[in-house]
Antibody, heavy 117, light 109 residues
Framework: EVQLVESGGGLVQPGGSLRLSCEASGFTLSDYYMDWVRQAPGKGLEWVARSRDKTKSYSTDYAASVKGRFTISRDNSKNSLFLQMDSLKTEDSAVYYC????????WGQGTLVTVSS | QSVLTQSPSASGTPGQRVTISCSGSSSNIGSHSVNWYQQVPGTAPKLLIYNNNERPSGVPDRFSGSKSGTSASLAINRLQSEDEADYYCAVWDDSLKGLFGGGTKLTVL
């Protein structure tokens, strides 16, 4: 059974950092593109970052709103995906989801990040 | 404001057919496959349609997708009360970023 479980969310002050994790099970992470998608309270879905699969050398892309501040990475040996978030802003407050593949066929339950002083 | 345009709301009565549209451009919908997601508030999104018109296993055939040029549509036949949710279109863009529509809130009257 495919499962994605996010963790690492919490309350952080503006300018601070947070590292989100997404533990994958039921499939081999290295075989898949993986995305982070976020949803601010009461708002729609926003794509954040992509990590491609091994055939694409795990290349990455970022939304303009997070480029230079967020870093997506993975540890395939631990079947885990990460999102390092630095220089956080209040507008980064959202539920963060990890999802599998270009079609995003599986999603985690999400982890809440709140950026506030 | 989203690059992909969806109507903010739609409604229908049980048994009706409802369509939700998603408008983009040549650099996104015109060049890439469209996916659709259903999200019940408070829960994670669920894949409904991928590659413009394919249904994952377990998704009822009441749901169908189509694409023409730079627009895509999601159709829901024989509307049921449990279809009340938010619906999002999504597509990759040539600028190397992912896009979501602003979402359509479907109300079953």
């Amino acid at each position: 059974e495919v499962q994605l479980v996010e963790s690492g969310g919490g309350l952080v002050q503006p300018g601070g950092s947070l590292r989100l994790s997404c533990e994958a099970s039921g499939f081999t992470l290295s075989d898949y593109y993986m995305d982070w998608v976020r949803q601010a309270p009461g708002k729609g879905l926003e794509w954040v970052a992509r990590s491609r699969d091994k055939t694409k050398s795990y290349s990455t892309d970022y939304a303009a709103s997070v480029k230079g501040r967020f870093t997506i990475s993975r540890d395939n040996s631990k079947n885990s995906l990460f999102l390092q978030m630095d220089s956080l802003k209040t507008e980064d407050s959202a539920v963060y989801y990890c999802s599998r593949g270009t079609s995003r066929d599986y999603w985690g339950q999400g982890t809440l990040v709140t950026v506030s002083s | 404001q989203s690059v992909l345009t969806q109507s903010p709301s739609a409604s229908g009565t049980p048994g009706q057919r409802v369509t939700i549209s998603c408008s983009g451009s040549s650099s996104n919908i015109g060049s890439h496959s469209v996916n659709w997601y259903q999200q019940v508030p408070g829960t994670a999104p669920k894949l409904l349609i991928y590659n413009n018109n394919e249904r994952p296993s377990g998704v009822p055939d009441r749901f169908s997708g189509s694409k023409s040029g730079t627009s895509a549509s999601l159709a829901i036949n024989r509307l049921q009360s449990e279809d009340e949710a938010d619906y999002y279109c999504a597509v990759w863009d040539d600028s190397l970023k992912g896009l979501f529509g602003g979402g359509t809130k479907l109300t079953v009257l």
